[in-house]
């Protein structure tokens, strides 16, 4: 053989090669382009399933939490549950869970201007204390409906 091709010829053993087919074999049906797509009710079946056992006055304090700790939580993310939320109810329940929403929402923005204006220590400690519970009641490992919060910082 010539010495040059010895030199581009593969060194490996046969189950070296068995083990890195295998690894392709692996990283091909891992790969995003091949996994189906999910459905476009699926976010919204999700949610459903989630707050079966609550009410729309309950997911809607969850909801404007999560949107009121976005506003003043250090690092604080909605995760896709949140935008979900909004889709699940209509009629007299959506007008119930809106209603909620806003309110618990409405107190949110109000602990925000706290800060600006009034005694910043006070309000600082709300602060601090209100994210706190949220992460706990709605963060990834929540209490209260877990997953609608992430990447809040202590």
Same mark, same amino acid.
């Given at each position: @053989? $010539?010495?040059?091709?010895? @030199? ?9 090669? +068995? ?5 392709? %074999?692996?990283?091909? %049906? +891992? ?12 976010p919204t079946d999700? +949610? ?5 056992? @609550? ?30 939320? $909004? ?5 007299a329940e959506m ?10 929402? $409405? ?6 201007? =706290? ?5 910043? !220590? ?7 204390? !209100? =994210? +706190?519970?949220?992460t706990i009641e ?17």
């Amino acid at each position: @053989m $010539n010495p040059d091709r010895a @030199m581009l010829a593969p060194r490996h053993s046969a189950g070296h090669s +068995a083990g890195l087919i295998l690894g392709f %074999v692996a990283a091909l %049906v +891992a790969w995003p382009c091949f996994a189906a797509a999910p459905s476009e009710t699926e976010p919204t079946d999700a +949610a459903r399933s989630a707050v079966a056992q @609550m009410t729309p006055q309950d997911v809607g304090s969850r909801y404007g939490q999560a949107l009121g700790a976005i506003e003043i939580c250090p690092g604080a993310q909605t995760t896709v549950k949140v935008p979900a939320l $909004n889709t699940i109810y209509t009629g007299a329940e959506m007008q119930a869970f809106q209603a909620q929403a806003s309110r618990i929402f $409405n107190a949110w923005i109000k602990l925000k201007q =706290c800060a600006t204006v009034d005694d910043p !220590s006070e309000c600082r400690v709300v602060i601090e204390e !209100s =994210c +706190a519970a949220a992460t706990i009641e709605i963060g990834p490992s929540g209490t209260v409906f877990p997953g609608l919060l992430d990447g809040v910082r202590r």
